[in-house]
């Protein structure tokens, strides 16, 4: 088998077999097929497309090219939730000790990444001292002793997706909705759990702006899902502004305590209700949606499921008390108010302006090597349909530098429409697919 003759045929719009693209990913990991062989082919499958057999092969192939995680030593049906990202998504900081708490195994495996706030496990870096360096030993041991452990993504994960979704982001190859589907589910394989609850996001602060594109990306990663034996569903949401008020890792883990004190704010706990109810279905939890609901509702009001992210926290050598005494996590030196000029209706957040006023801040990596500042971010004072009059707050920024203040500042209001008439609602589940 030659790599020239597998990409002429995917350039003149062949479907490759799976001994085709299994040779592709196995000498790529290996080394033996370069990075110009590899970038043609995923510029070919850019413009010609794959087919679904097609996707669920290369999928395959990049979930087998490392370690497969055996989470099988851990006790009951494990449900893991991914998001396909976006501005203020703190989405598994409250949600994985709500299905703890009622009884789902969280067994999960986070990564840091680039973006305009950290990964999950920089937010939960700011609690002082949490880890998320477990053996893997000790990771099946916690969520086995007290439901839930995070660990941080092996290099061994799937490596191939590793590798290519790098080259395809500097190739201009990263938007193609198989190569998307493949590189995210291969990672969720990979990982063990024996169910997926999706969460593709859709609008300005998403990687799928058109809700068609969040739904054929959503619709190709539950047959991926199924193909492989585990039960998948997806649930699409809005991104078209950012989720709840907070944009920042620590004001990010702030607004998650308090939504699990009973006091966040809708859109987010009603995401992580919509959510939570899946994964206590595919957990079979819960025979149906309204009884998930009420489940979760519950640990939320008995306290279960703030004391079970305290435990989890402590667990993993944080310091629990932080979960109680939030105003201890780390802050920023300067708060500073984005006063509007005008009075009338929020009708539009470019939300991902938003994320990039997190960047200027300093709360987001531009590079894997940058460092990222966990006090600094901002916190909305309102969102899109609220009304304002001139003077008030839009939102509130948090700053270490008055420079950095300033840019973040202008970018803001740049990115905030005011009309006189508020804005049609759009609902913030859009629909949900299994
Ligand atoms: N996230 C991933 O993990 N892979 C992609 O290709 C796009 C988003």
């Known amino acids: 088998m030659r790599m020239y003759d597998i990409i002429r045929k995917k350039r003149n719009g062949g479907e490759l077999t799976a001994e085709e693209i299994r040779f592709f990913v196995d000498g790529y990991v290996l080394g033996t097929i370069p990075d110009y062989q590899a970038s043609a082919l995923m510029m070919a499958i850019y413009f010609q497309k794959m087919t679904a057999a097609e996707t669920c092969e290369l999928t395959m192939a990049m979930a087998h090219s490392g370690d497969m995680l055996d989470l099988s030593a851990v006790r009951g049906i494990k449900v893991d939730k991914h998001s396909t990202g976006g501005v203020g998504d703190k989405t598994s900081l409250a949600l994985a000790p709500m299905a703890a708490a009622c009884g789902i195994p969280v067994a999960k495996m986070s990564g840091r990444g680039l973006g305009h706030t950290g990964g999950t496990i920089d937010k939960l870096e700011s609690f002082p001292g949490f880890t998320t360096a477990l053996t893997t030993e000790q990771f099946i041991n916690n969520v086995n002793r007290i439901g839930i452990a995070i660990m941080g993504q092996t290099a061994d994960l799937a490596p191939a997706d590793k590798k290519l979704y790098a080259l395809r982001d500097v190739t201009a190859t990263v938007d193609n909705m198989s190569l998307i589907a493949s590189s995210i589910m291969s990672k969720k394989l990979a990982a063990g759990a024996d169910a997926i609850v999706l969460d593709v996001k859709t609008g300005s602060g998403a990687f799928m702006k058109k809700e068609e594109d969040a739904r054929a990306l959503a619709e190709e990663m539950v047959e991926i899902g199924k193909n492989a034996g585990r039960k998948t569903v997806a649930v699409i949401s809005d991104m078209d502004q950012p989720l709840g008020f ?89 708060q500073k108010s984005v006063i509007s000029s005008a009075s009338g209706y929020v009708n539009r957040i470019v939300c991902d302006e938003v994320g990039s006023c997190s960047l200027i801040l300093g709360g987001g990596r531009e590079t894997k090597e940058s460092s990222i500042d966990l006090s600094v971010g901002l916190v909305l004072c309102k969102k899109v349909g609220d009304a304002v009059k001139a003077g008030e707050p839009l939102a509130v920024i948090h700053a270490n530098d008055e420079r950095k203040a300033a840019e973040a500042e202008k970018r803001f209001l740049d990115a905030c429409f005011i009309t006189a008439e508020p804005p049609a609602k759009t609902p913030l589940i859009r629909e949900t697919l299994s």
């Open 246 to 334: 907070a944009v920042g890792n620590a004001l990010e883990v702030k607004e998650a305590i308090y939504t699990l004190n009973g006091h966040g704010p809708a859109d987010f706990l009603e995401l992580c209700l919509t959510l939570g109810s899946q994964m206590l279905l595919a957990g079979e939890k819960a025979a149906d949606i309204k009884t998930a609901r009420h489940m979760l509702e519950q640990v939320i009001a008995d306290g279960s499921a703030l004391r079970k992210l305290a435990e989890f926290v402590g667990a993993q050598g944080g310091d629990s008390s932080v979960v109680y005494h939030p105003e201890r996590l780390p802050q920023a030196s300067i």
